[in-house]
């Protein structure tokens, strides 16, 4: 046993310098983005590979000419995100319970609808919004954007839940709930972790939504941030140091809800494999 643990050893410290390689190239662009955002006043070409100080005068530029995009833009997510769980959780629990006759036939059209272009949807809904008084609207942006999250948290929450068990909804119904009382008071609560991951995804989908955004919005109504920062570009094509600090503003919320978010994704994801 003792003559295998130094190759072991060997193994271990390989698959380590590998993993921290892959990840300093990963974040490698990240980085380069925050330390350009330091150095407002030098050139894209004229970058220090290390910024000489902490000059914050970009991220003020960027605060004060995007901050109501941020806003926005979390309006607009967390809205998604409720449309999307509302909408999604007792689509999920449908599936998952009532044994509906082609339920697997309807969880693959689901996933099929993730395979349409993003232009298709939204030229499609353009002319529909227009009908409905939607364009320009934040609610008709949270609609759009909630359409993104929806096919994959119907899939990920029919899994967790055919995996909840049915004594569980059984003795909830002899105590006397009915349908809606058991979904609510007993599978949502058993479901948390897989309705945390489907509200962080739908999150990141909206947050990061560019198409519907520029679509659906013909003035500056309603502007999220990433359709901030493309019309920033094209007006301080020579700040880029103000145009990477609002990038890296932008990326701030998301990452945060990621890493607080991480054991509820690891256990929203692999929870409905195990039965």
């Given at each position: ?18 993993g921290v390689l892959i990840l300093c190239v990963m ?11 330091l150095q407002p006043d030098s050139g894209l070409l ?230």
């Open positions: 046993m003792a003559s295998h643990t130094p190759t072991a050893s060997r193994r271990h410290w390989g698959s380590t310098v590998a974040l490698f662009p990240l980085y380069w983005m925050l330390n350009t955002a004229q970058v220090d590979p290390v910024p000489s100080g902490l000059d914050l005068s970009g991220f003020s530029k960027a605060i004060s000419d995007q901050g109501g995009h941020l806003l926005t833009s979390l309006a607009v997510s967390l809205g998604a995100v409720a449309i999307c769980l509302a909408i999604s959780a007792p689509a999920a629990y449908g599936l998952a319970r009532f044994g509906l006759r082609g339920s697997r036939t309807i969880v693959f059209g689901t996933l099929i609808t993730q395979m349409v272009p993003g232009i298709v949807i939204a030229n499609a809904l353009y002319n529909s919004y227009v009908d409905l008084g939607l364009v320009n609207s934040y609610f008709g942006l949270m609609l759009a954007d909630a359409s993104l999250g929806i096919p994959f948290s119907i899939v990920l929450m029919r899994s967790f839940m055919v995996s909840i068990p049915g004594e569980v909804i059984e003795a909830a119904q002899i105590d006397g709930a009915g349908p809606v009382r058991t979904f609510v008071r007993v599978v949502l609560p058993m479901s948390r972790n897989s309705l945390i991951t489907s509200g962080l995804f739908a999150f990141l989908f909206s947050w990061s939504d560019f198409m519907f955004a520029l679509t659906l919005n013909t003035t500056d109504d309603v502007k999220p941030i990433t359709l901030g920062i493309y019309q920033y570009i094209g007006a301080h094509v020579g700040d880029w140091g103000s145009v990477m600090a609002a990038s890296v503003l932008s990326a701030v919320p998301a990452a945060i809800l990621l890493v607080l978010a991480q054991k509820y994704i690891a256990a929203g994801i692999t929870g409905g494999s195990v039965k």
